[in-house]
Every structure is written in C-alpha cells, then in structure tokens.
C-alpha cells in the first residue's frame, strides 16, 4: 500500500531543514508555524522516524533526516523539471522569484527598475533581497543570487553580469578631507570608513590596503549605503561603487585616475531552477538592466579603462 504523504509535506521538510527554524520555514513557505509543525508530524509519523531534533535554537537533521534530505532534493529536481516543461508551454510567467543582492546593487540598480519587471509579468511574486550578505542558493534562500565571484563548487551555473568601478568619495562640502590628497597614501592620514573586517561577507570587499596598506579606517559599517551617507556627511574618506557614489550630488571623487579599483557582478543559480520561466525570465530582465547602465558601472573616459567584460547575455555558463 501507498505511503499516504504528499508533496506538501515533502516541501515543509525541506524548508525546515534549509532554514534551521520553524519561524523561517514557515514564513519562507507562507503558512503559520503551527501548520508547518503538524506537517513535519505528520510526515514523521508516516515514516516512522524522527527526522529533526527539536532544540531552543532551531532545527538539526538526524541521521534519518540526511537521509530523507538527499532524497527530498531529488524528488525536488524532478517536480522542478516538469514545471519547467509545462511553464514553456504557456505564456504567462507566475510565481515567486527572490533575488539576492548586495546592498548597493539591490538599491541602485535593481530596485528603481524592479517595477517594471512587475508590470510586464503581473502573475510574478518578486521578492527583493537587498543585503549585505551571502546567499546560499542550496538551502534556497535565494533563487537568484547576485555575487562578486563566479562560484568554483556545487551545482550552480553563473552568467558574468559586468566589471564595475570603485573609487575613493569624500563630502563635496568638507574640502579639509580631500582638497590636499596628492597620492593614495596621503588617504592614509584623513580619517577613512570601511566596512567591519569580521563582517565582510565577501573578499572582494577587503579592497582598503589596495588603495593603501597605510590606511586604517576609523569608522566602519557593515553596510554599504551606511558608509556612503556616513562620507556625504563629512564623518570621512570611503571606497565606492562608482554606480553608487557619481548619482550623489554630495559626494566628489577623489584622484579619480590615480584610484580606480575593479570589481565583478556574476548572477548565479541552482542548476535545478535555472530553466523555470519566471528565473529565465527574471535573470533576463536582469542582464538587460545591467547591460543598459553600462556607463554607470565604468564612468569615464573608455579609453583609460579597462575594458569591460561582459556576458550578460541569454545564457547562463555552468561551473560543473
């Protein structure tokens, strides 16, 4: 006889075990804490084994629950892959997509164009994640993830999204702070603001020593936008995006030719999502914002820059 469990309860365990609590799951899968619960019972119950261990911090698997995980994640593929076939047979794009994004680029480049994505494909359910932070594409915490590097392991598949700039920014109106910078070391004896070194989620965020191994800032955030306003008000020097920085009537460049830093935007997701309609679609729209505010992420004279590497294009290069 059948195993009466269905592939809701499938989608609650998996949830709980890619969040760790059951406040996340839940809020991930939309349903109160309550229902989840008695489906992860429900589904225990039906196989006889205790999948979690219950602790005041979250969740842990069992060793039946790793179990129970690998084969989740692929009945997860397969349910996946027929969605995939029926939504290219259909016209309408539907559903939820989270995108994640560091700061800067969820603010600036994605959340004043975000509109109209929503507005060509009104059935889609976008959620913007606009923070300072990783995201980990196995546990689904994100469906596509905007990254500074081209993930090296895992089933993920990456599109090259742009090369962008980054320069030194101080208050147009605190002259004291910039008007006597002659070299990048001089930097050095200006007070500076960067980001918290225990906290930065990313290496290519680490980029201070690359204007001067002198400097050591003074003021630090773990958020971007935090540290731009915090050098608008004159509180210090600042490394920034120049996608960023040059829209900011308050803030001027400092030695724009002498410090210019390069960094990359790679948009990456999970093998099994990539070929749903609504990822294609978002991941499209996407490289295409990109690809329009191409002046933004290199300013200047194109013939002193680097030129830009770009393969924002239809299709996303696999790591496999």
């Given at each position: 006889m059948s195993l009466p469990f269905d592939w809701d309860l499938l989608q609650s365990f998996l949830a709980a075990a890619r969040a760790?609590?059951?406040?996340?799951?839940?809020?991930?899968?939309?349903?109160?804490?309550?229902?989840?619960?008695?489906?992860?019972?429900a589904l225990e119950t039906v196989l006889g084994a205790r999948l979690f261990e219950?602790?005041?911090?979250?969740?842990?698997?069992?060793?039946?629950?790793?179990?129970?995980?690998?084969?989740?994640?692929?009945?997860?593929?397969?349910?996946?892959?027929?969605?995939s076939e029926i939504a290219h047979s259909s016209l309408r794009v539907s559903g939820a997509v989270r995108i994640g994004a560091p700061d800067g680029f969820g603010t600036a480049i994605l959340a004043p164009v975000i509109g109209r994505l929503s507005a060509a494909h009104p059935d889609l359910d976008i959620q913007l994640v606009?923070?300072?932070?990783?995201?980990?594409?196995?546990?689904?915490?994100?469906?596509?993830?905007?990254?500074l590097s081209r993930p090296t392991q895992g089933r993920l598949h990456?599109?090259?999204?742009?090369?962008?700039?980054?320069?030194?920014?101080?208050?147009k109106t605190s002259q004291a702070l910039w008007a006597d910078i002659e070299t990048a070391?001089?930097?050095a004896s200006h007070p500076f603001i960067s980001y918290i070194d225990d906290l930065i989620f990313a290496p290519e965020l680490d980029y201070v020593s690359s204007v001067s191994k002198a400097i050591v800032p003074r003021i630090r955030s773990s958020n971007l936008i935090a540290q731009?306003?915090?050098?608008?008000?004159?509180?210090?020097?600042?490394?920034?995006?120049?996608?960023?920085?040059?829209?900011?009537?308050?803030?001027?460049?400092?030695?724009?030719?002498?410090?210019?830093?390069?960094?990359?935007?790679?948009?990456?997701?999970?093998?099994?999502?990539?070929?749903?309609?609504?990822?294609?679609?978002?991941?499209?729209?996407?490289a295409d914002e990109v690809r329009k505010a191409g002046n933004r992420f290199l300013p200047g004279d194109a013939t002193e820059r680097a030129p830009q590497r770009s393969n924002a294009g239809s299709q996303f290069d696999g790591t496999e």
């Open positions: 760790g609590t059951l406040t996340g799951a839940a809020r991930r899968l939309k349903i109160d804490h309550s229902t989840l619960s008695r489906r992860l019972t219950r602790h005041l911090s979250g969740y842990s698997l069992t060793p039946q629950g790793e179990a129970l995980l690998r084969r989740a994640e692929a009945v997860e593929s397969t349910v996946l892959a027929i969605q606009a923070t300072p932070r990783s995201f980990s594409l196995s546990r689904r915490e994100a469906d596509i993830a905007i990254g990456a599109r090259m999204l742009t090369d962008y700039e980054l320069g030194v920014y101080g208050a070391d001089d930097c731009m306003q915090a050098a608008a008000a004159g509180a210090g020097l600042c490394v920034l995006p120049c996608f960023l920085a040059d829209t900011d009537e308050r803030l001027v460049r400092v030695l724009p030719k002498a410090i210019r830093l390069s960094r990359t935007f790679w948009m990456i997701v999970h093998t099994d999502m990539r070929d749903l309609a609504r990822i294609r679609v978002t991941g499209d729209f996407i």
